[in-house]
């Protein structure tokens, strides 16, 4: 394992359907990061793990989302009830700890979504 | 006002060109600094972290001032290679996990 990975690389579903995406990061990596990216901006903050425990949500992240990381290791990030809105790429990226100068984030290829 | 903001282009410019890339963020907790470089329809990646005291990679050579809240990159003898997306991306250390935040890119053509 030599990189975040992230499966399904596209996703097309219907409006008002469920999709699941997941996120395997680099192995000893504690932090995994998911972010979301519409056309013509930059990378925008959804949500954060340390470990297991999800220590952040972005206001962006409505009731309909939903990120688990069950044993510390890959990550899930659910949207319910689907808009078009959502269409997007879901970008996941990891961490070793501390963000500190001289080292960012893995970034994954990311799942692009599209709603129908 | 966003947090991190930058001239989205785009540059055309020539191979062979100088070109100059300039981001501002607002938050002066800020305290790690980065640009990342991503190419259509790909992931981003870490191009390089931004020093206090300037910093160069090659060709580039990235510039902060903090008293400004300011980014600079340079590109120096432009390539092909180099059109892409640059991200300008800060980090507010105080947080406990760092979260980075992007700004909306600056897109750059280079053509022959």
């Known amino acids: 394992d030599t990189g975040v990975s992230q499966d399904p690389r596209h996703k097309i579903t219907k409006r008002g359907q469920n999709v699941t995406f997941r996120c395997d990061p680099i192995?000893?990596?504690?932090?995994l990061y998911w972010y979301r990216q519409t056309l013509g901006q930059g990378p925008e903050f959804l949500t954060y793990?340390?470990?297991?425990?999800?220590?952040?949500k972005s206001r962006l992240l409505s009731d309909r989302f939903s990120a688990e990381r069950p044993k510390g290791s890959f990550s899930t990030l659910e949207i319910q009830r689907t808009e078009q809105g959502d269409s997007a790429m879901y970008l996941c990226?990891?961490?070793?700890?501390?963000?500190?100068?001289?080292?960012?984030?893995?970034f994954g290829s990311g799942t692009r979504l599209t709603v129908v | 006002r966003k947090e991190v903001e930058q001239d989205p282009g785009p540059f055309n410019v020539p191979e062979g060109a100088t070109v100059a890339f300039n981001c501002t963020y607002s938050?002066?907790?800020?305290?790690?600094f980065f640009w990342y470089r991503q190419d259509c329809r790909k992931e981003p990646k870490l191009l390089m972290s931004?020093?206090?005291s300037g910093n160069e990679d090659g060709r580039f050579t990235a510039q902060l001032n903090r008293a400004s809240q300011y980014i600079s990159l340079l590109i120096r003898d432009s390539k092909l290679s180099d059109s892409a997306t640059y991200l300008c991306?800060?980090?507010?250390?105080?947080?406990?996990?760092?979260?980075?935040?992007f700004g909306q890119g600056t897109i750059l053509t280079v053509h022959p």
């Open positions: 192995s000893e990596h504690n932090r």
């Open positions: 991306v800060v980090n507010i250390i105080g947080t406990s996990y760092g979260k980075l935040t």
């Open positions: 931004v020093y206090s």
């Open positions: 793990f340390q470990n297991e425990a999800q220590l952040e």
């Open positions: 938050n002066s907790a800020s305290q790690s």
């Open positions: 990226a990891s961490s070793p700890g501390q963000l500190s100068q001289g080292y960012g984030y893995t």
